[in-house]
Each structure stands twice: as structure tokens, then as C-alpha cells.
């Protein structure tokens, strides 16, 4: 599309009103996406400053490192012990302690399992 406009732009009347058109939603999409990014380091300052003082074991950082970056769907136990290659027993006693502790919370969202997601 862009290779389009250009060749538009240069063997046209010389209007580059749809080139502008273009490159001004190309830039809006840039800066969301910047606004969406930096948001989310943001809230993970803020998070982890708010638990500063939380004993927390390294399973624990690290999932709340990935909910807190790059995360999608649903939290469940199953994927805690996926990701962090631990039992479920251990997932659901490091979950529960997050949850204990104000991290974590379960989902309000009903469905098969329980899921979970991270107090902001």
C-alpha cells in the first residue's frame, strides 16, 4: 500500500494529502503501541514497589515478572507449574501464598478452573 501511495504521490499531481494520511495513522499506531509499552513498565514499577518488602521464592518473581510483561489469557495452576517446571501442589501453594500476601487474586470469571490475576 505504501509503495502504492508514493508512486501515486511522485507520478501524480503531486498531492501528497494521502501519503500525509497514511504516514499520520502509521505514526498514531507507533505512538499507542509506545503508550501501551510504557504503561505496562509503569505498573510493574509500581507493583513491585507497593510488595517491595514480600519474601517472595524465585518462582514466584519470575511469574510475576511474565503476568506483569507479557502474559495473555488466563492464569490457572496448571499453567504456573507449566511454566515454572514445578508440581501443581507446589503452584497452587505459591499461588496461595501470593494471594495471602495481596498479589494475586482469583479471577471473578467462573469456568472449568480456577484462574487467576495480578492486584494492580
Known amino acids: 500500500m505504501l509503495v502504492q501511495i508514493l508512486e501515486r504521490t511522485q507520478k501524480g499531481d503531486s498531492d501528497?494529502?494521502?501519503w500525509l494520511i497514511w504516514f499520520l495513522q502509521t505514526l498514531e499506531q507507533a505512538l499507542?503501541?509506545?503508550q501501551t509499552t510504557t504503561n505496562k513498565i509503569i505498573n510493574k514499577a509500581k507493583f513491585w514497589q507497593a510488595h517491595r518488602q514480600q519474601a517472595l521464592n524465585t518462582r514466584q518473581v519470575a511469574m510475576l515478572n511474565t503476568l506483569l510483561t507479557n502474559f495473555y489469557g488466563k492464569l490457572t495452576t496448571k499453567k504456573w507449574a507449566t511454566i515454572t517446571k514445578c508440581s501443581a501442589d507446589t503452584a497452587l501453594r505459591d499461588i496461595n501464598d501470593l494471594v495471602e500476601k495481596g498479589m494475586l487474586k482469583?479471577?471473578?470469571?467462573?469456568?472449568?478452573?480456577?484462574?487467576?490475576?495480578?492486584?494492580?
Do not use: I, N, P, Q
Open 16 to 18: 501528497v494529502t494521502e
Open 106 to 120: 482469583k479471577s471473578d470469571a467462573s469456568g472449568r478452573s480456577t484462574s487467576y490475576e495480578v492486584m494492580l
Open 32 to 34: 499507542l503501541s509506545a
